[in-house]
């Protein structure tokens, strides 16, 4: 049996999430979120570019169940590389509860992917950040694009703001809808209304793309610190997010992106950020759109009322 080390500094998830003040609406998805092995029965992938803090199912269910959400995403995290066994493992204990994004080489046969399907797969992730992977060729994320399309999938896109100028075109032929992790990493000191910021939107606007308003965490510079009321914090995201929300409300979903890897500063109290979401979503419309019925059209669309 393998045992692994957590990489230097890292920091294990929050230990005891408050309760949110927030009430999550009935059916609530949680649409981005990981599981870290544990390494002993799943182990890390010998190409990862960090090893985590083990980070099981029975954790994740249990943060579920304590914020009020019902479902869960749980997205391929790049510690595994493609070997998707353990997500896979996780979204069958959900029963039915969880889908699955998976992480798929080229070479990947169209028996895996039906087998994938059958267990909940419901699209592949490509990531385009250096210091997670490293870069895979459009040729091949091409080949890999076309052979899941056919199985109504999405694929998952996960980069750095100033990287969408190079990567639009490429992600403009791809064949199936988008979905933008945290929302494209704005840097929020910049204004909302600045070239990098307007280019996620345009882009969002002219595709058939969907954003994530996950990660304030991870995307604040003002920090956890509340400004003005216990349940303000990460102020500084909150304007671009609310903009993503008010201009794609039906394009919109919201995630832990728990146990929220490679933060360095500080690791989120995961009830501080469901007590975000009433300020990027200001009501119970917008809120029902972001948390239950955008995440049930793309992912159980069978059961979206
Ligand atoms: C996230 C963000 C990160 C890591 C990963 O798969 C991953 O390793 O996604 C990150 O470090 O920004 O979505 O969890």
Redesign the pocket.
Known sequence: MTTFTKSEGWLDWYPNPSKPRFTLPAGAVDA?C?VFGPGAEFPYAPER??TPCDAGKNQLFALRDHLGLERNVI?????HGADNRAMVDAVGAAQGRARGIATVRPDVTDAELRELDRAGVRGV?F?F?K??VDAAPKDDLAVIAAKIAPLGWHIVI?FEAADLAELEDFFATLPTPLVV??MGRPDVTQPLDGPEFSRLLRFTDRNDVWVKV??PE?LSVTGPAALDGETRAYTDVVPFARRVVEEFPDRVLWGT?WP???LTDHMPDDGLLVDHIPHIAPTTELQHKLLVANPMRLYWPDEAS
């Open positions: 981005h990981h570019k960090y997205v391929q995290a790049t510690c992730r990531n950040l210091r997670l996960y992790d945290h996950s990660c991870r992106d929220h890897p490679n």
